[in-house]
């Protein structure tokens, strides 16, 4: 009798193993046939210079950014911005930004030759800071205008000289030796950041709404001024 | 001065094309990233709290 028993249970386990083994499956296989991810084996990298003008007792500030890229790590350079804007502090945690630059992107095969595309931006942004207990949470929207010229010789199907896109970024900071940010504050910082595109790029289909992802983690030092 | 990690992918929505369907791609690259953003000081004003936001 206890062998049936557990003869029963032993049969049992093995079709809810079976079960779930299946769901999982057909859950998953679905998803690799629909979906086709790429990543480039070689890495990159981004070098950033940022100057920022805090807001003052009216709430007026600014920035201006220089910012280049590489193909590889610090070799295959390829692509420059600069941008600058002006910033008001509506209240603490409140920020507006109107921001507008300039974004060359070459082919770093052949420099030469010129940029491939020049890209003049304007966007609207908006800010909100909540500085809640040591970890500081950053919600960050942007509507931006784009205008794009292209080389004489590029030809992209599709491509469109004007778009708009819209972006959110949340970002989270956590201070390691102070409780804010202050001189000598060593930090954590992570962010996420969605991209939306109205209008495909490069693509006659109007009706989807392609999007970038753009996650970072980066650790961070703030140096006294001066 | 900040030094981090930043994956940047870029998906395009599943279409029906010329040859037929296109699956959703996404096409991703890694980036070493390395930041200097400088605070033009203003010693004569009251010190608001702030994050050390990238500016991107």
């Given at each position: 009798m206890i062998t049936h028993l557990s003869s029963q249970r032993l049969v049992g386990g093995l079709v809810r193993a079976l079960l779930v083994g299946s769901l999982l499956v057909a859950w998953l296989a679905p998803v690799q046939a629909q979906s086709v991810k790429m990543t480039d084996p070689q890495w990159g990298s981004w070098l950033i210079a940022t100057a920022v003008l805090p807001g003052g007792p009216k709430g007026w500030g600014g920035y201006a950014e220089v910012q280049t890229r590489t193909n590889g790590v610090m070799r295959q350079f390829f692509y420059t911005e600069l941008k600058a804007g002006v910033s008001y502090g509506v209240a603490k945690n409140f920020n507006l930004l109107l921001g507008g630059g300039r974004y060359s992107t070459a082919d770093y095969r052949d420099?030469?030759?010129?940029?491939?595309n020049v890209e003049r931006r304007l966007w609207q942004q908006l800010t909100l800071t909540q500085f809640t207990a040591r970890l500081k949470l950053e919600h960050r929207y942007r509507i931006e205008q784009r205008w794009f010229r292209f080389r004489d010789d590029v030809v992209p199907t599709g491509a469109f000289a004007y778009r708009n896109r819209m972006r959110y970024r949340f970002n989270a900071f956590l201070p390691l030796n102070h409780?804010?940010?202050?001189?000598k504050t060593v930090f954590l910082s992570a962010y996420d950041e969605v991209f939306f595109n109205p209008r495909g790029p490069?693509?006659?289909?109007?009706?989807c709404m392609p999007a970038r992802v753009t996650s970072s983690i980066s650790t961070g030092r703030c140096r006294p001024a001066g | 001065m900040q030094a981090g990690w930043v994956n940047q992918a870029n998906y395009s929505a599943a279409r029906n094309g010329p040859t037929g369907f296109v699956p959703q791609t996404n096409v991703a690259k890694n980036n070493l990233v390395l930041s200097v953003l400088y605070r033009i000081s203003q010693p004569d004003k009251p010190a608001r709290q702030y994050v050390p936001s990238q500016q991107d």
């Open positions: 420099l030469k030759a010129g940029a491939l409780q804010t940010f202050t001189d490069f693509s006659s289909v109007t009706a | -």
